[in-house]
């Protein structure tokens, strides 16, 4: 019986928690969110879904600005996205793949970290990019 509760408790703790449908639905609302304001000029939207971390970095539009379009033009203008893999780190941090078609019609991979803010927004943290060897039609 203590063998079987033992052996119980090293499973709880192996297991990733998992997070509800609500947060992962509205951390991937926070990157849909700005990925549309990148597609529609509305820079100073997408700047918003910037987390505190991020922003100490690019403390401006401006600078912001000349990072996303110097080293992530497919997240800037994206010709469309899909949603893929999602882990939860801990309770307050996500990342969420996402699967862009850029400007150019390459395919690429974007791996976003998000952080859950004391306001309870999800804001973007980070972002991987990579080119993937497809091309989509």
Do not use: C
Not at 33 to 44: C, I
Not at 79 to 99: D, H, N, R
Not at 115 to 120: A, I, K, T
Request: proline share 5%; no cysteine.
């Amino acid at each position: 019986m203590r063998r079987t509760a033992m052996m119980l408790a090293l499973l709880l703790v192996a297991l990733p928690a998992f997070a509800g449908e609500a947060e992962i639905k509205a951390a991937q609302n926070s990157i849909s969110g700005q990925l549309q304001a990148f597609r529609a000029g509305d820079d100073a939207a997408a700047y918003g879904y910037a987390a505190p971390n991020v922003k100490r970095i690019f403390p401006n539009l401006d600078t912001f600005m000349n990072m996303v379009t110097g080293a992530y033009k497919p997240v800037h203008k994206p010709q469309s996205f899909s949603f893929g893999k999602f882990q939860e780190m801990s309770p307050t941090a996500i990342v969420q793949q996402v699967i862009i078609v850029g400007a150019d019609g390459k395919d690429y991979e974007a791996v976003y970290t998000l952080e859950l803010q004391p306001d309870g927004v999800w804001r973007i943290t980070g972002v991987s990019l990579r080119a993937a060897n497809s091309l989509s039609t």
